[in-house]
């Protein structure tokens, strides 16, 4: 699975981020895309979908604060989160929806810790 997720890092609440998340050409393909995230002691959850088309949809934990985009040409997944709040920290994966996921292996995942 190739698909590498990075940008994450350490912010106070009420700050930005930008993640980035580059993926093989045959995972990206006409795949819908999406954000997962997993905190501590939590499952992994899916915040935002991009479709191959450029629709998108929100968890409603995130709408209105993070923002999902792609670029087909370059096969990238962007997520740009603003006004992160400390129950944003988690390890963000970005993966296809549903997901792609050999081995037991998501892809390279960044860590985003909001401080309060």
């Known amino acids: 699975v190739q698909l590498q997720a990075s940008g994450g890092g350490m912010v106070q609440a009420g700050g930005s981020l930008s993640l980035a998340c580059t993926a093989s050409?045959?995972?990206?393909?006409?795949?819908?895309m999406g954000w997962y995230r997993q905190a501590p002691g939590k499952q992994r959850e899916l915040v935002t979908v991009?479709?191959?088309?450029?629709?998108?949809n929100y968890a409603d934990s995130v709408k209105g604060r993070f923002t999902i985009s792609r670029d087909n040409a370059e096969k990238m997944v962007y997520l740009q989160m603003n006004s992160l709040k400390p129950e944003d920290t988690a390890v963000y994966y970005c993966n296809t929806v549903p997901a792609t996921v050999v081995g037991g292996y998501w892809g390279q995942g960044t860590l985003v810790t909001v401080s309060s």
């Open positions: 050409g045959s995972i990206f393909g006409l795949n819908d």
């Open positions: 991009i479709t191959s088309g450029g629709g998108t």
